[in-house]
């Protein structure tokens, strides 16, 4: 560096403030268009009734709550994660949720940046990631999931970032797997992540003879789950039992298959198919689609690439779950990220994937409370299976790409074969 030239902290601060008043007047008027919509944040409204169910030693699965009628669907860990709703009033509540879900938008693209350019991270390039994450996140606090996450008060940019936080920590981290281990334990679906993670330390611990971060990271959340589960099973016997024996097997609790908002394969069947029980067709589906794609992700994993691992894991999650509501896909930040890093044509494959989760097409087709998504016509069904259908071209993309690197060419075999035999030869003579 000549001594005449800036340094790395001083250049050029303006891009950086510009980004950040970007982004403030990006969310400022995301946060003018949720009230003028009259959002009615239904889903912490839940949350803070389960919290204070809790607190009045009442049952929690015979808890009903909103005009709705909506019941708690999550273990009872996430009941004591809720107990901070009932501290305040409600609209100080509903404030603060928005508040406190637009400074997770920011985390997730800061993280999603990490994932997909570690390099990002490094020391002397953090206003850089600052100032991408900050452009970033003005435009994607309006993508479909991110919206009705909001609208909702819902807690899965929550589960994602705390997921991120694991996978991007630095190698020999003690921490990582907390995140996964605690989404699980409110979640469940995030226990995918823990079979990628288990999956791939055992290949890599195979290859190597040796502990490695993917491994550990597994075994701590493992541990971290099932250390807060019995916990829940010794301060909430009652509670606990009724979840771990009933609860989780009654589907039709959280809602019916085919209404559009599911946006996960069994919603898709269940539209097809004109039913609210696809039965063996999704079981199937979700065994063939799931087990491909994280054969793919452990692959990728196996071979170093964390992002792509990380990313086709979490969709797969989405996929093959029974129920997965339009919002709990905030997983299309770091996909479309990736794709913008990754494709060859960034600009159209990315502009393609982001125009399926911006354009709110699933919301198109009727939708109301009469059930009119067991009539679908072809048109209507496929706008509401926008998201998994975006997912699976992703998916087949990929694995063509994975397939045609898979084996060289025939002439680059033949050239390998001579440099091989080449040295050979010469010290023969």
Known sequence: MSPS?????????????????????????????????????????????????????????????????????????????????????????????????????????RLSLQLVRPALAAPGRRADLWRTTLWVAAAVVWCEPVWTTLRYGQINLLVAVAVLWDVTRREGSRWAGLGIGLATAVKLTPGLFVVLLLAAGLLLWRRDRGMNQWLRTALTATGVFLATTLTMVVALPADSRTFWTRTLFETGRVGHAEETANQSLSGVLARLMHTDAPGLWWLAAAVLLGGAAMALAIRAAVRGDRAVAVVVTAVTALMVSPISWSHHWVWCVPLLILLYDRATRAWLTTGAVALAFASFALWWVPHDPGRPELDQNAGQMLLSAVYPLTAAAVFAGYALAVWRTRRPTAPEETREAVAVRQPQAVAKE
């Open 5 to 109: 030239a800036p340094s790395p902290s001083r250049a050029r601060p303006w891009p950086l403030v510009a980004a950040a008043v970007t982004c403030l007047i990006s969310f400022a008027a995301f946060w003018v268009a949720q009230r003028v919509a009259h959002v009615n944040m239904l889903d912490v409204m839940v949350y803070r009734a389960e919290a204070e169910t809790l607190r009045a030693g009442g049952d929690l699965y015979a808890m009903r709550a909103t005009s709705a009628n909506l019941a708690m669907t999550y273990p009872p860990f996430a009941a004591v994660l809720f107990l901070p709703l009932t501290l305040v009033g409600v609209p100080l509540m509903r404030t603060l949720s928005t508040a406190g879900n637009l400074l997770l938008v920011v985390a997730l693209v």
